[in-house]
């Protein structure tokens, strides 16, 4: 790792508050929050709500990490990725995207 990728990586307290601002706006609570090197995911939910993020995602631009925050936070609500659960993250990053 040099310097240079280290100065494009968000802290991971950022990313930490970045989740639980989504959250509240969300409406749910995860039990924790976790980074760690995952292969092929970019993050994984249990049925707990403990929420696992790539770390790799620290290096990822706002909106991408939007996503894929959005994403597992609704799998606190909705477990599958059915319709229901599809038009709830377009509707949540659509509102994102009209603030900023
Ligand atoms: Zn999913």
């Given at each position: 790792m040099d310097a240079r990728t280290l100065e494009e990586m968000i802290p991971v307290q950022v990313f930490k508050s970045e989740v639980m601002s989504w959250a509240e706006r969300i409406g749910v609570e995860p039990k924790e929050i976790r980074l760690r090197a995952m292969k092929k995911k970019w993050g994984s939910c249990s049925t707990s709500g403990r929420l696992t993020f790539?770390?790799?995602?620290?290096?990822?631009?706002a909106s991408f990490r939007a996503e894929v925050i959005v994403h597992e936070l609704l799998h606190l609500k909705v477990p599958n990725h059915g319709r229901v659960f599809k038009s709830l993250v377009k509707a949540y990053l659509a509102q994102s995207a009209d603030s900023q």
């Open positions: 790539n770390s790799e995602i620290l290096r990822q631009p």
